[in-house]
């Protein structure tokens, strides 16, 4: 669930199409939209403070195996959060190889993929020092 | 005072039907985009959210080109929006210490564990207008080297090794929240950081500036600057355990203060800390300044009578919505409050003249 929350929505939607899974499925909550407070830490380290809230949309299901999955994802996709409670409650039951296989692992791969691009394009803006020589000698 | 009047329908109907053909201008001029918004505006898109307080760059993006660029409108938008959001929890305090750092400085070790990456900044550019961008072209790709793959640390820990500098105490009450409880006095530093990070980005630089140039001075050093993304972990209920729920970007600034020791507080180093939502490294380093000014009374320090140290004075001020709310209001109808004030004037003119007129009477 950590995994796709952080995921982009198109990613999600177009690991899902491909999957070709049509489950049956009733809401036990319909994805709604809402706000969660984010906090830090004073110092980094200190006593917690509110920053400020982000949206979130969450929802549950339950398929017909009677698999419960909630979906807690960042941002307004309803879409997303639907597919990502789907996933939750598939890998519970006998698809969950198929599923991993078909969404988890590739969409592993591509945010991994992601951010070692851009850890790699900071890298290149890490100063190296060398001191001149110094003209007292 | 207010009275009702009617009459303004049809001219406000059209002076908004206006404004909707001059928000998209020359139509021979591609419309904008809420994804070039997004994308390509991303500081000004940074702002919104930050004082917004409210993290959706799509939601900020659009905001920012209904309000035509205006950003303090589209704050203002922005906030209107999430009031009407239901709360579902918050989150667990972010680490930012297990950042996946897009940039890192320190002004204050050269050699610092993770050393000073620059990152896409504005800094040693020479602020030379280039005309390149007014044409079109493909930019080339930004050169990679080995990523680190550690977290990277906080100089500030360091230095607390050797007890150089003030400790944080750990702790995890519960701090207060502005969006729940209007803004009371004094109010503890929790209280203080909301507020400033959320605060107007321009009152908080000005704020900091004055502290640097001698109200409340505090000789800051910029320990460390770091931006990056970092994850949110929240507790659900559902579940019985915290999972990370999205992933957002900060800014953050530690400041180590000179600090000579006070009655209550041994010689040490002393912290400012200023952490925004998005690229904001402007309003961080601020932030960081006016919350160590705002410290003074608790590190035992002189009330030296300077703005940055007057709690009251910065934070009712720093809120640009609440300001722009009183501001602005004044453009509205007063026709009542302004005929009364006319008919004072006229009678005290009136009695000024009758008075005038009997003194002379009296001299002649």
């Not at chain 2, 039907?17 to 390509?40: M, P, Y």
């Not at chain 2, 919104?48 to 659009?62: K, N, R």
Request: proline share 5%; aromatic share 6%.
């Amino acid at each position: 669930m950590s995994l796709m929350a952080k995921a982009p929505g198109a990613s999600v939607a177009r690991l899902w199409a491909a999957l070709e899974m049509v489950p049956e499925f009733h809401w036990l909550r319909a994805p709604e939209v809402g706000a969660a407070m984010v906090r830090g830490r004073q110092g980094a380290t200190g006593a917690p403070f509110n920053l400020g809230e982000m949206t979130i949309t969450r929802c549950s299901l339950q398929l017909e195996s009677g698999a419960v999955g909630h979906g807690y994802v960042q941002g307004r996709d309803k879409d997303k959060a639907r597919v990502v409670a789907l996933v939750d409650a598939l890998m519970q039951g006998d698809m969950a190889a198929r599923v991993r296989a078909g969404m988890l692992e590739p969409l592993a791969a591509e945010m991994d993929a992601a951010k070692e691009a851009r850890a790699a394009k900071a890298a290149a803006t890490k100063v190296d020092f060398f001191t001149m020589v110094r003209g007292e000698d | 005072m207010y009275v009702a009047v009617k009459g303004g329908e049809r001219a406000i109907d059209n002076a908004h039907a206006w404004l909707a053909e001059e928000r998209r201008g020359d139509t021979d001029v591609a419309e904008l985009s809420v994804a070039q918004i997004r994308e390509q505006l991303k500081l000004a898109v940074n702002r919104v959210m930050a004082e917004g307080s409210l993290y959706d760059p799509d939601l900020a993006a659009l905001a920012i080109k209904q309000a035509r660029g205006d950003l303090i409108e589209a704050i203002f938008l922005i906030r209107a929006y999430r009031t009407t959001l239901p709360r579902f929890g918050h989150s667990v305090p972010v680490e930012t210490g297990d950042m996946a750092c897009d940039r890192r400085i320190s002004a204050t070790f050269k050699d610092a564990p993770g050393g000073q990456v620059l990152g896409p900044t504005f800094d040693y550019t020479h602020r030379l207008l280039d005309f390149k961008l007014a044409a079109e072209g493909d930019i080339p790709d930004a050169p990679g080297a080995a990523p680190r793959d550690a977290p990277t640390p906080h100089i500030t820990g360091f230095l607390n090794k050797e007890g150089l500098i003030q400790t944080e105490k750990e702790s995890d009450d519960t701090p207060a929240d502005l969006t729940r409880e209007p803004l009371a006095l004094p109010a503890d530093r929790p209280l203080r950081l909301q507020a400033l990070t959320r605060g107007d980005e321009g009152f908080v630089l000005s704020m900091a500036y004055s502290t640097q140039r001698g109200y409340a001075r505090n000789h800051a050093f910029v320990g460390e600057l770091r931006i990056g993304r970092v994850p949110v972990e929240m507790e659900i209920p559902e579940l019985g355990f915290a999972i990370e729920i999205g992933e957002i970007e900060l800014t953050e600034c530690e400041t180590v203060n000179q600090f000579q020791g006070s009655k209550t507080e041994p010689p040490q180093f002393t912290r400012g800390y200023g952490l925004v939502f998005g690229q904001s490294e402007r309003k961080a380093i601020s932030m960081a300044l006016v919350d160590r000014a705002l410290r003074w009374k608790e590190l035992g320090e002189d009330d030296m009578g300077a703005p940055a140290q007057d709690e009251e004075f910065v934070l009712y001020h720093c809120d640009n919505i609440q300001a722009t709310g009183f501001l602005e209001h004044i453009k509205l109808p007063h026709y009542v409050d302004f005929q009364s004030e006319l008919e004072l004037i006229r009678k005290l003119r009136r009695e000024a003249a009758d008075a005038s007129a009997t003194s002379k009477e009296a001299a002649e």
